[in-house]
């Protein structure tokens, strides 16, 4: 009876925590969609999972980064960022025109969900990590202004909103129309291919040589107008890459920035790195030896975060990590402790009182009840004398067979 209670408590409590578990289990986020961007584990063109391949060959052991920047490690590590991070999706103002048009580039989301991410990009660096990134307008907002690298917010301060000019008398007019061509037949002029990121850039790739710190120079290809502005340069930035001796000017290719204990290495371009471009000229030698001259011993990650490509932490990972682990056990040890008591067979206050059927006394009880409820006061005399007499020799030291009385009908 009481080996069925104790299981089928046990039962009961195992079931229990089966069930939070798969409660909390399906109450959790699920994973952003992967895109297939510039990301280290895309085989596209534009991915960089050639380099992957490259730099674990040679010892680098690169490793993706899908969590929260808030979980960045602290020390001497490397994180390359293919992109700046993209706009929140709770950051961003509140449509008021209700539903958002499916060509609306505002009404697309993002994938970032954490509030606080540019606040551990920068702690990452202030303590000693280095980001490599490449230079786009969103890369200029994101280190001035949610960085909040007080010299490029300085130096990329939008310029004053000019008063408004008096009203033309003649805008209603109507423009001439331009002269037809001769024949009839324009000749049409190609456009170039420009980057979204960056408004006018020409991304036609040349090969142009790069000249390191260390005074040697490789060939690998570049967009053909690809450089840093002066406004980076002139707000702190320490160049790390020249153009090569022999084309014209000092274009800027890479420079550093300075913050709290760590770098920010960034480039022109970072196409030289996709699965595209790796295999051509010196492009694969120009990005591991960006990679040696930055890597001083600690982990290279590669943000996937990002991009989209985050996966949120699951409740185990945050329960047993490093500052909520002591309280996870306890919590644990306790709810062990509250299953163990729940599944312990015990007396109720409102049970009988449980009967002992090896008890001399209890059968003594039973039977006199059962005799007086018979009226059969002769046999419970009878028992009595006989008890007395066996005390009395006792006392006495007596034998007992001499004690004993004549048997009564």
Request: hydrophobic share 45%; charged share 25%; aromatic share 6%.
């Amino acid at each position: 009876m009481k080996a069925d209670r104790l299981q089928r408590g046990l039962t009961h409590a195992v079931l229990g925590l089966l069930a939070l578990a798969l409660i909390a289990t399906f109450l959790l986020p699920g994973a952003e969609p992967a895109s297939d961007a510039p990301s280290i584990a895309s085989y596209a063109p534009a991915g960089r999972r050639a380099l992957r391949d490259v730099l674990t060959k040679l010892g680098f052991q690169p490793e993706e980064w899908r969590k929260s920047p808030g979980a960045l490690p602290h020390g001497e590590h490397v994180l390359w960022m293919a992109d700046a991070p993209y706009e929140s999706e709770r950051t961003r103002p509140k449509r008021h025109s209700g539903r958002a048009k499916e060509d609306d580039e505002e009404a697309i989301p993002s994938g970032r969900f954490d509030l606080r991410a540019n606040t551990h990009y920068r702690a990452f660096v202030e303590q000693g990590g280095t980001i490599v990134i490449p230079w786009n307008e969103r890369t200029q907002k994101f280190l001035a202004e949610d960085l909040a690298i007080e010299p490029l917010a300085a130096a990329f301060a939008p310029a004053p909103e000019p008063e408004p000019e008096a009203p033309d008398p003649n805008a209603g007019a109507v423009p001439a129309e331009p002269p037809a061509a001769v024949g009839g037949n324009a000749t049409k002029v190609p456009a170039p291919d420009l980057d979204s990121s960056t408004t006018g850039r020409d991304r036609t790739r040349v090969v142009r040589g790069v000249r390191l710190p260390d005074g040697s120079e490789v060939a690998t290809t570049w967009p053909k107008d690809a450089t840093l502005p002066d406004a980076l340069l002139h707000a702190g930035a320490d160049t790390l890459w020249f153009a090569g001796r022999d084309l014209a000017g000092e274009d800027a290719l890479a420079a550093t920035l300075r913050l709290g204990e760590g770098t920010i290495v960034v480039l022109a371009d970072d196409a030289f790195a996709s699965n595209a471009e790796l295999g051509k000229e010196q492009n694969g030698e120009l990005a591991v030896r960006l990679l040696e001259d930055r890597w001083r011993g600690g982990r290279l990650l590669f943000d996937e975060y990002a991009l989209g490509r985050w996966e949120p932490e699951t409740a185990a990972s945050l329960a047993f990590s490093r500052e909520l682990a002591p309280a996870t056990w306890h919590l644990l040890l306790l709810l062990l402790a509250f299953a163990w008591m729940s599944a312990w067979v015990r007396a109720f206050a409102r049970d009988p009182e449980p009967l002992d059927q090896l008890s001399p006394l209890s059968r003594a009880r039973a039977l006199a009840n059962v005799l007086a409820r018979a009226r059969r006061v002769g046999v419970l005399a009878q028992f009595l004398r006989k008890g007395e007499l066996a005390r009395l020799a006792r006392a006495a030291r007596l034998s007992r067979a001499g004690t004993e009385p004549a048997h009564v009908a």
